[in-house]
């Protein structure tokens, strides 16, 4: 059971070897099991240097409350790093009152303490989690509050549009403006087209939080382990004239433009009687489903036409596949030309994947079950059912209520995007996600 108030410890930096490590308290006893443990009685905030439950010297930093990344006391331990000194420190603090932090406890303190909203909560996790410098940055921008200033304006505009829809609903159509309704139904055009920019934005945090799957396909002998190997700079997937070598799936993480890339070699898809080289290729066509982008490797030398499978496959994909011939060295075929050998093609592949996710970002519709992807999706429906009514002239009253309930509605989804309310599920879902010291 967790008792809110009492005071939590747990590592902070992650595990392994390392110069420094650092044991995090927070709570109101924080600074009594600092004392404890290091015998400094000057609980003021600051920088303190000591031996620590006598298993360590190091530094010892105090925070005071409110002015702490918890809001509550804090002092962190810095110890030496590796995997024994950190350990002892944390079961000393544990043993002087604290209890061991549950994961993400710190920032979801931060959170309850006004210290950080959700989205600035969301980014924290979105910054320790970044794997490419545009995704660091992306996420630095929502811990400043962006995200929050953005959605509070479209929560303000939508508060105003529901405020003047009633008020039209409660005068005689006489004491309005004759363009008044018309001007209401530009205005909630206007919302959904800044609703459905913030949706696009959401995409591409989602692809720069959790990579893009691209996913090398094609036929045996294709050269997508030879792509893979090129594209990743180094020989990470064998490379064989013998069909069927890969027979499993292969995945590295690629950095292009600062878009993080699940690079993802696959077994070559053909009909087979070898029973692991099957798995291999129901695995494959598994992938290739799930991609945000599939490039198609055909070998400029061959002609074979598509097995009918998979044909229906790349078919159903959300987004059509990049069409790649290979070993353009030797023969050059249909679609972009590359070679992994020479090294021809390779850059505007690269480019041609950046534009690829890019597209994405500005026209998939993902059904994210966290953040404020759902709500923002809820509001931009009921705006289309709202604008669907006509605004000009002779509109029947029952349709001005309908789009007042549509505006009402879409204004309480945004108030739930910027903290209105927010359900224990959405939070149990994010802290959740994090680290246990963080």
Not at 69 to 85: K, L, N, S
Request: aromatic share 4%; with cysteine; net charge negative.
């Amino acid at each position: 059971m967790v008792v809110w108030g009492d005071t939590i410890a747990a590592i902070a930096t992650a595990p392994g070897r390392g110069g420094v490590a650092v044991v995090r308290v927070s709570g109101s006893e924080a600074f009594s099991i600092a004392e404890r443990l290091t015998r400094i009685r000057d609980q003021g905030p600051g920088i303190r240097v000591g031996r620590i439950a006598n298993v360590d010297e190091g530094v010892i930093l105090f925070f005071k409350g409110p002015h702490s990344y918890t809001g509550e006391d804090v002092v962190e331990f810095q110890c030496h790093g590796g995997t024994v000194t950190p350990r002892r420190v944390l079961e000393a603090c544990l043993a002087t009152g604290a209890r061991l932090a549950r994961r993400g406890e710190f920032t979801e303190r931060a959170f309850l303490n006004g210290k950080l909203d959700y989205d600035q909560a969301e980014s924290v996790l979105d910054l320790v989690d970044a794997k490419t410098a545009r995704a660091a940055d992306a996420a630095l921008e929502g811990l400043s509050g962006r995200k929050r200033r953005e959605l509070k304006s479209l929560y303000d505009s939508a508060l105003d549009l529901s405020t003047r829809l009633e008020h039209a609903l409660d005068v005689d159509e006489g004491e309005l403006a004759d363009d008044y309704v018309r001007e209401l139904g530009s205005q909630i055009s206007d919302l959904r087209s800044r609703i459905s920019g913030a949706l696009r934005r959401a995409n591409e945090g989602k692809i720069l939080r959790e990579g893009a799957l691209v996913v090398l396909a094609g036929p045996p002998n294709a050269g997508k382990s030879s792509l893979m190997n090129a594209l990743l700079e180094e020989n990470r997937a064998i490379v064989s004239d013998i069909p069927g070598t890969t027979r499993d799936s292969i995945e590295e993480w690629l950095d292009l433009d600062g878009w993080p890339i699940r690079l993802v070699d696959t077994a070559g898809l053909r009909t087979s009687q070898d029973e692991v080289e099957g798995e291999g290729v129901r695995r494959a066509e598994d992938l290739i489903a799930k991609a945000d982008l599939v490039l198609w490797l055909r070998n400029s030398e061959a002609g074979e036409p598509l097995n009918g499978s998979i044909a229906q496959l790349l078919n159903r994909l959300t987004s059509q596949p990049l069409n790649l011939s290979t070993k353009c060295d030797l023969v050059r075929g249909p679609g972009l030309n590359v070679s992994a050998k020479t090294g021809e093609g390779l850059d505007e592949l690269k480019r041609e994947i950046v534009a690829k996710l890019k597209e994405k970002a500005e026209t998939s519709v993902v059904d994210l079950p966290e953040g404020n992807f759902v709500a923002l999706r809820e509001a931009l429906t009921l705006l289309e059912t709202g604008e669907g009514q006509e605004t000009g002239e002779g509109r029947q009253e029952e349709d001005l209520v309908l789009t007042a309930n549509a505006v009402r509605a879409a204004a309480e989804r945004l108030g739930a995007a910027i903290g209105v309310t927010y359900s224990s599920n959405l939070l149990d879902n994010l802290f959740s996600r994090f680290c246990v010291g963080k």
